[in-house]
């Protein structure tokens, strides 16, 4: 009786040490966020723990049963990080435990023997791959409280995989995250020191140190095509010069040339220039940069193209300003200073209006006088969202337009970039804040369209109110969550967004201030937003652009065809 007695306590005893054991393991290999410091204490624990001269750890690469060999211990004709095809059967993934003898060409192929056993690892709902071990040294069979030691270290151990993988998937996402807030961060500083130049060289010069400093990149070009004459602006590594007929070359490829293509420019493989890129105004290309490879020589991926996209549309922007400029000092003659200057407002606006599957879009700009400070846009995002943008500059001419023109170039600067819409508007805020006069301010309205077209996100700053018509309503719902007018003060408050859920049949209309303060001949009445909602109730059945017509009709007609401001319209439908 003492020597059975004696037994069941060191059963007890021995139990409690393997349930403290695979406590304190798991708590381990839990807290860890590193899939190798967990693939390995849980081949050594269970190596160890059974005596067991040789084991290895495959993770399933996800198709055609191919496995990586991620850990090894002992002598084997395989090494760690190997590929090998392992065609289990598909039933034989639902079991916990799997014995070598039972698929015999799969252990022969691992190099296992007699006796060894593969321990599933997986979860809920994925299969990760297998804890491989070769019989013990002792030649025994595991007992049935071993199997279940190491079944129940193998279950903790694909949750610690699992949420080791997700740790490392999060790390990688704002590792991706800082990358875009700081290329976020250089553009608007750019922005900043673009808009207070107005020489070419200093633009170059910037422009130049922009790409050795910020994308560590050694060769480079930036083509411009300024009155048919193409030449280069800024350029840095080249062994050579391109000839016109090169250049000419350069302007034939496509917008996003990745160099390995086929193409009929030696300069670009003389050079070793890898990507070329064209840089686009009034939808006329009139830039192109080449970029050779990067300091890591890595490839260039989106997140790259996107910021030398934007950097050279900052840089553009700004040469077409000094053009422009120059251009207005040269002439000396304000008309033809006006035409010029509403040229480049017109393009500006997108012409043709985009369209957006699911949606009939109109829009219209009718400026008062040459140039206005009204604007609109529509631009496409990377993630096939839309965002519908109206503004309304302070003053008239060609300050008002120049301030539009920027505010353009920093919404389509932004525009690919991951950040929120009220982030976004912050920032843009400070810029024209610490860049611009007093008594310049900017009403803006803008908005995003996912790409299902189920949600609108928006921010008001300090624009008049669109007007969200919707089926079975009496009452338009104003869009008014934002905050104030842009330039008027730092941003002290973030901006608030708002969110609407776009239904079958919405009516949603963005306006500018010359639609509802139209005056009567005597200026002793305006047309009044009353008046603009009785118009549009009248007209929600047709066509954007029928009601857009009949708005303009009904203001034309109240004021008798006299317009004192500028009169922007944006009609979006739900089909």
Not at 37 to 46: Q, R, S
Not at 216 to 223: G, K, S
Not at 478 to 499: C, D, H, R
Not at 516 to 528: F, L, V
């Amino acid at each position: 009786m003492k020597t059975k007695s004696t037994l069941l306590d060191n059963n007890e005893s021995q139990s409690r040490f393997e349930l403290r054991t695979l406590l304190e393991t798991s708590r381990m290999l839990i807290e860890s966020q590193e899939p190798d410091f967990v693939l390995n204490n849980l081949l050594l624990i269970t190596m160890g723990k059974l005596l067991v001269p040789k084991g290895m750890i495959l993770i399933n690469q996800g198709s055609d049963h191919f496995y990586l060999v991620r850990k090894i211990k002992g002598r084997s004709s395989l090494s760690e990080e190997d590929t090998i095809q392992l065609p289990f059967p598909e039933e034989s993934l639902e079991h916990s435990v799997l014995r070598g003898e039972d698929h015999p060409k799969i252990a022969e192929k691992l190099g296992l023997l007699e006796g060894s056993i593969l321990f599933n690892l997986r979860t809920t709902n994925h299969h990760l791959g297998f804890l491989c071990l070769g019989p013990k040294g002792t030649q025994k069979p595991l007992s049935e409280s071993e199997l279940e030691f190491i079944e129940s270290l193998t279950i903790i151990s694909s949750v610690a995989i699992a949420n080791s993988r997700m740790f490392q998937e999060l790390r990688l996402i704002n590792r991706k995250l800082d990358r875009k807030v700081h290329d976020l961060h250089t553009l608007l500083e750019l922005s900043k020191d673009f808009n207070l130049m107005v020489d070419q060289d200093e633009i170059a010069r910037t422009f130049k140190f922009a790409m050795l400093g910020q994308m560590l990149i050694r060769t480079f070009f930036f083509v411009l095509d300024a009155d048919n004459k193409k030449s280069i602006v800024a350029s840095s590594g080249l062994k050579e010069k391109p000839s016109q007929k090169e250049l000419k070359s350069l302007f034939e490829l496509g917008d996003i040339f990745y160099c390995d293509e086929e193409h009929d420019c030696p300069f670009l493989e003389k050079n070793a220039i890898r990507l070329v890129i064209a840089l686009r105004f009034q939808n006329e290309k009139i830039g192109v940069v080449g970029v050779g490879a990067p300091a890591n020589n890595e490839p260039y991926g989106q997140e790259q193209v996107n910021f030398l996209q934007s950097l050279g549309n900052l840089a553009l922007l700004t040469i077409q300003k000094t053009l422009l400029l120059e251009e207005r000092i040269e002439k000396k003659r304000m008309e033809e200073e006006l035409n010029l200057a509403k040229t480049i407002q017109q393009g500006l606006l997108p012409s043709p209006i985009p369209t957006i599957p699911g949606f009939d879009l109109g829009a219209k700009n009718i400026s008062s006088r040459q140039v206005g400070g009204d604007y609109f846009d529509v631009v496409e995002t990377p993630d096939h969202g839309h965002i519908l943008a109206i503004a309304d500059v302070t003053g008239k001419g060609v300050p008002a337009s120049l301030l539009m023109a920027n505010l353009q170039s920093m919404l389509h600067a932004l525009a690919p970039i991951d950040i929120s819409l009220a982030e976004a508007t912050g920032s843009i805020n400070n810029i024209i804040h610490d860049n611009t006069p007093a008594d310049k301010f900017i009403t803006f309205f803008w908005g995003k369209v996912s790409a299902d077209g189920k949600r609108f996100d928006y921010v008001n700053a300090g624009h008049n109110n669109p007007l969200l018509f919707r089926k079975g309503e009496e009452t338009p719902k104003e869009l008014e969550a934002g905050g104030v007018i842009l330039g008027a003060i730092p941003t002290m408050a973030p901006y608030e967004s708002a969110t609407i859920k776009l239904q079958s049949g919405d009516v949603l209309v963005l306006y500018t201030d010359g639609v509802t303060e139209a005056m009567n001949p005597e200026k002793t009445e305006e047309y009044e937003e009353a008046r603009l909602i009785e118009c549009l109730k009248k007209n929600l059945e047709k066509t954007s652009r029928e009601i857009m017509d009949a708005v303009i009709r009904d203001i034309t007609q109240f004021s008798e065809g006299v317009q004192y401001d500028d009169i922007t319209l944006l009609v979006l439908k739900v089909d």
